[in-house]
């Protein structure tokens, strides 16, 4: 099993979003901790669950996912599964 060791994974946008009136033009992601996967548990949709998990690694704040293009979730998403050890299947 492969486990991306680096603290933080620098991800540039493909389209910037602004929060709290700054451009954000890149996520800078810490790595997983035990307590965010529990708080992200907490969350019922997996839609809230990739909502709550991106915002809390990149220290944003919950409404600036929904700024986020679809692309760049996707890219966030397989660098917090890479954290965790897995990658998803392609269908």
């Keep these: ?3 991306d060791i680096r603290k933080q994974v620098r991800y540039t946008l493909v389209e910037k979003i602004t929060i709290e009136g700054r451009e954000v033009t890149e996520a800078i992601l ?3 901790k035990g307590k ?3 708080d992200m548990e907490r969350h019922e949709s997996d839609l809230d ?5 991106i915002s809390r690694l ?3 704040p919950p ?4 700024e986020l293009d679809a ?3 996707d890219a966030l998403g397989k660098i917090i599964e890479g954290f965790m050890g897995r990658r998803k ?3």
């Design 58 to 60: 990149a220290g944003w």
């Design 89 to 91: 299947r392609a269908a």
């Design 71 to 73: 692309e760049d979730i």
């Design 36 to 38: 965010d996967i529990r």
């Design 1 to 3: 099993m492969t486990t």
């Design 49 to 53: 669950k990739t909502a709550f998990i």
């Design 63 to 66: 409404e600036a996912f929904d």
């Design 30 to 32: 810490r790595r997983i």
